[in-house]
């Protein structure tokens, strides 16, 4: 889903085709990639398992020529993006750990893996990353990758303590598309400078 959404930008955006599977490719693994370097899993997986490539050219494709049918689909699209964020943090988080880094790390690498991809489409397009606006999308990767490592750490059965690190991003991050749920914004008003 997060190839979607970077192609759906693109589109918006009146990028050609290259530059919206670009952003499809960027938004769907820059965040695995960039976790992937910090911790020394190179090359990074999305580069070599051929996968990451035709599913993210087949989303950036579908979104370029069926646009409309994709942007009617935005409701559902927020919601697998969700999902999307649950996975992505809790699959993040456990390869960190699988390396040996430390809890703080681990849940770091999580978020990252998470809203790396988004933050890079934002950014190849010059806006602010929706990561640092949005409603609680960074957090809900932050407490979906905290419950995981947690449990990890607690030695826990395995199964049950993903379920509930992914349940527990997609929740919050549900909610928060449902009822505006955000953090406070910084209010900068604007002194007038004295006339020399």
Not at 2 to 20: E, H, P
Not at 66 to 80: A, G, K, N, T, Y
Not at 105 to 123: F, H, P, Q
């Amino acid at each position: 889903m997060f190839a979607i959404s970077g192609a759906t930008i693109g589109v918006r955006r009146r990028l050609d085709l290259f530059g919206v599977l670009v952003l499809s490719f960027a938004a769907s693994t820059a965040g695995g990639v960039a976790r992937d370097l910090l911790i020394g899993a190179v090359p990074p997986v999305a580069l070599i398992d051929w996968r990451y490539l035709a599913a993210s050219a087949a989303a950036g494709l579908i979104t370029f020529y069926r646009f409309q049918l994709v942007d009617r689909l935005e409701q559902p699209v927020l919601i697998s993006d969700a999902a999307g964020l649950s996975l992505f943090a809790v699959t993040g988080a456990l390869k960190a750990l699988s390396f040996g880094l430390g809890p703080v790390s681990c849940i770091l690498l999580g978020m990252l893996t998470g809203i790396g991809g988004g933050m890079l489409r934002d950014i190849l397009v010059a806006r602010i990353p929706m990561v640092l606006r949005a409603e609680l999308y960074a957090i809900a990767a932050l407490v979906g990758a905290g419950v995981t490592v947690i449990g990890v750490h607690l030695e826990l059965p395995r199964v049950p303590v993903i379920v509930a690190g992914a349940l527990s991003c997609f929740t919050l991050r549900f909610m928060a598309i449902r009822y505006g749920w955000r953090l406070p914004i910084a209010e900068h008003r604007e002194t007038e400078t004295p006339h020399e």
